[in-house]
């Protein structure tokens, strides 16, 4: 039974009822996610090239048979008579390749393709590890943001009533009202588009696990941003350009296309064959009744390419110039895997950054909306527009520092992704996050 199937039946006897997190999502993925299968497949339909380019310098042996009836008519000395009897036989041929270029490339070829098709399935397996982690957060990001909308929409509600009441008390202003409702207004909308996307990024999500997520495992309270090891930004950009799998893929495809340009030029050498076979066949005539054939060959086939209008060389020079832009094609790989690893180093860097100074936001907010409502309910020191602009930007606040948690996590994830390290242990690592159940189903 392949281990992912043994993996998720293990996974859904013991947690049955349990909220999904990153690491069961991930199981599910390679378990029943049908772009990663496809990518399985993939990396499968690849390797078999080691075998195929491998198959031309092996022995070629082909068998045919033939039995036929011979009816017609026969011309001699003006004399026509009928032509009736049996013809039938079989030959078995084998060739053995002793000296083929071409075919010697064709071997090469094959196992850079099917080392290639590994280098395409590692950077596939990584990308979609990044791609899950992306939608099972968007879905979080989504849901915290409906909770964030509702929470407003209900602060607002609160802040129009006591509105209204101050009206009646001959305390406020139509003014005060009609700006609380307007945002009030305004909540509703914000919630109603929070809501879109979570249907949207559950559906997203939905792609990759091949099942609905009901709930989910939200980020705990307590969120550690530990310094990244290596700590040097150098170190990273070592590691990216020594085992990222993008620049591997690359290097198998540039080496792929030198071999190509080998096996055009091959086209100008000469081959050499071992060839021997054997027939057998039985047939009569006019002339000869019973005729039996047995005979054996043996010995060596030597050809000679001599013109081939010039297709030859045409292939060498085409061969050649896509050898070229393969190699410019690695480095252009090389400064994006370079790019992408720097991005991701400082994502995390100032992510961290961003999370303790969003921490301290939260904070300052919370007090001065506490302060701005004890002074408009007090003494009048606050207006309501202090009070409703207090109070959206404590959400503000909020929201931001879900989110920018969420973006560090993901930075870290990159991060690895962009080395080639991305694995079971970084999911894991990232799993330690999360801990309460989401529902995400409405």
């Not at 006591?162 to 008390?169: F, N, V």
């Not at 249907?199 to 310094?227: C, D, H, M, W």
């Not at 302060?371 to 207006?383: L, V, Y």
Request: proline letters at 3%; one cysteine or more.
């Amino acid at each position: 039974m392949d281990r992912h199937c043994i993996v998720f039946c293990l996974l859904g006897l013991s947690l049955p009822a349990s909220a999904m997190d990153l690491k069961q999502a991930w199981d599910l993925l390679q378990y029943q996610g049908p772009i990663y299968r496809a990518a399985v497949h993939e990396k499968a339909a690849g390797e078999e090239n080691r075998a195929i380019g491998k198959a031309g310098l092996l022995p070629q042996v082909n068998a045919s048979a033939y039995d036929n009836k011979v009816n017609g008519t026969q011309r001699q000395n003006g004399l026509d008579r009928d032509l009736d009897y049996d013809s039938k036989g079989a030959n078995v041929r084998l060739r053995q390749p002793l000296f083929n270029k071409q075919k010697m490339a064709e071997y090469r070829q094959g196992k850079q393709r099917a080392d290639y098709s590994v280098a395409v399935f590692d950077a596939k397996s990584q990308d979609a590890a990044v791609r899950l982690a992306e939608s099972y957060f968007d879905v979080l990001l989504a849901s915290e943001t409906i909770l964030l909308a509702k929470s407003k929409l209900n602060a607002f509600e609160e802040q129009l009533a006591s509105a209204k009441r101050r009206m009646e008390l001959g305390a406020g202003t139509i003014t005060d009202i009609d700006e609380s409702v307007a945002r009030r207004d305004l909540a509703e909308a914000e919630l109603i588009e929070a809501q879109d996307n979570l249907v949207n990024a559950r559906r997203k999500l939905e792609e990759y696990i091949g099942e609905p997520p009901e709930s989910l495992t939200t980020l705990q309270p307590n969120f550690a941003t530990p310094p990244l090891l290596p700590s040097n930004l150098q170190d990273w950009l070592v590691k990216a350009q020594a085992d990222s799998p993008l620049i591997h893929a690359r290097r198998h495809s540039s080496a792929l296309a030198e071999e190509e340009v080998k096996r055009a030029k091959a086209g100008h050498w000469p081959t050499l064959d071992f060839v021997a076979g054997y027939t057998a066949g039985d047939s009569q005539s006019i002339s000869e009744l019973n005729q039996r054939n047995r005979y054996s060959s043996i010995g060596l086939e030597v050809n000679f390419p001599l013109y081939s209008g010039g297709g030859t060389s045409a292939l060498a020079r085409q061969a050649s110039a896509n050898s070229y832009k393969a190699m410019d094609e690695l480095d252009a790989t090389r400064q994006e895997v370079i790019t992408g690893t720097t991005r991701e180093y400082q994502g995390v860097q100032s992510g961290a950054q961003r999370i303790h100074a969003l921490e301290k936001a939260v904070a300052s907010n919370e007090r001065s909306l506490a302060s701005t409502r004890k002074g408009f309910k007090e003494g009048g020191t606050s207006t309501n527009s202090d009070v409703l602009n207090a109070e959206e930007l404590l959400f503000v606040a909020r929201h931001d520092l879900f989110e920018a948690k969420l973006r560090y996590l993901m930075s870290r994830l990159r991060l690895a992704s962009s080395v080639g390290s991305l694995g079971d242990d970084d999911i894991d690592h990232i799993n330690n996050y999360l801990g309460p159940e989401l529902l995400v189903t409405n």
